[in-house]
């Protein structure tokens, strides 16, 4: 069974830092891209970034390009966003979510491309 177990959101003043995890279970993380969207009060959800785990590479959307970091740690089947320069218009819950894909590369253009989802993890940031 295919799951995935996003943490690590909270509280955090404007320009300071965040970082979340999602941990992923009962599929093979090599073969699955990880993306994280994030939904803001009032507002549909949209993707933000995502790495292809096969090769690594990664995409981000511009409203989190240069502030917003995504790694992989394959032996402990992990997704980590690291956060940084946070606005106050990044408050959202966040979830990661994940497809097997077989091409280099991954996108979060659509989310029905991705499969499963976490239960997310809800981020403030105050002004």
């Known amino acids: 069974e295919v799951q995935l177990q996003a943490s690590g959101g909270g509280l955090v003043q404007a320009g300071g830092s965040l970082r979340l995890s999602c941990s992923a279970s009962?599929?093979?993380?090599?073969?699955?891209?990880i993306g994280w969207f994030r939904q803001a009060p009032g507002s549909e959800r949209e993707g933000v970034l995502c790495?292809?785990?096969?090769?690594?590479?990664?995409y981000y959307a511009d409203s989190v390009k240069g502030r917003f970091t995504i790694s992989r740690d394959k032996p402990k089947n992990t997704v980590t966003l690291q956060m940084n320069s946070l606005k106050p218009e990044d408050t959202a819950i966040y979830y990661c979510?994940?497809?097997?894909?077989?091409?280099?590369?991954?996108?979060?253009?659509?989310?029905?491309?991705?499969?499963?989802w976490g239960q997310g993890t809800l981020v403030t940031v105050s002004s």
């Open positions: 979510a994940t497809h097997e894909n077989w091409l280099p590369g991954c996108m979060v253009g659509a989310e029905d491309d991705y499969a499963y």
């Open positions: 009962g599929f093979n993380f090599d073969e699955y891209d």
């Open positions: 790495i292809n785990n096969s090769d690594g590479s990664t």
